[in-house]
């Protein structure tokens, strides 16, 4: 797999990185915004933390997160296969009643 150089800049100091042509830039770009913006976000809510705090800090919070999209994915998926489980024995033209609970 070919690989491309791409400079960006995080919190001020420039970083070079090696990502494989399969990614977007754009995409690539998108989540360094992301984690700036989670960084930026935690150091202005905290006081004199060291950096190797401050990203175990970011990390943590962007795997809160994650998981948390994850578990919220699950649960769609449940309701989707009951609503294409429910529409598999509707016949056409016949009406149906749906109601969701949590």
């Known amino acids: 797999m070919i690989a491309r150089e791409i400079e960006v800049q995080i919190l001020g100091k420039h970083f070079n990185f ?20 989670k960084f930026k976000k935690i150091k202005n809510d ?3 933390m060291d950096s190797f705090k401050l990203g175990l800090l970011v990390s943590i919070n962007i795997a809160e997160e994650f998981i948390s ?12 296969n009951r609503i ?18 949590s």
């Open 46 to 48: 905290t006081q004199d």
């Open 18 to 37: 090696s990502i494989p042509d399969n990614i977007k830039t754009d995409d690539f770009l998108e989540v360094v915004d992301y984690v700036e913006s």
């Open 69 to 80: 999209l994850k578990k919220e994915h699950e649960k769609l998926k449940v309701v989707l």
């Open 84 to 101: 294409d489980n429910m529409l598999s024995h509707v016949e056409e033209g016949e009406q149906i009643a749906i109601s969701f609970s």
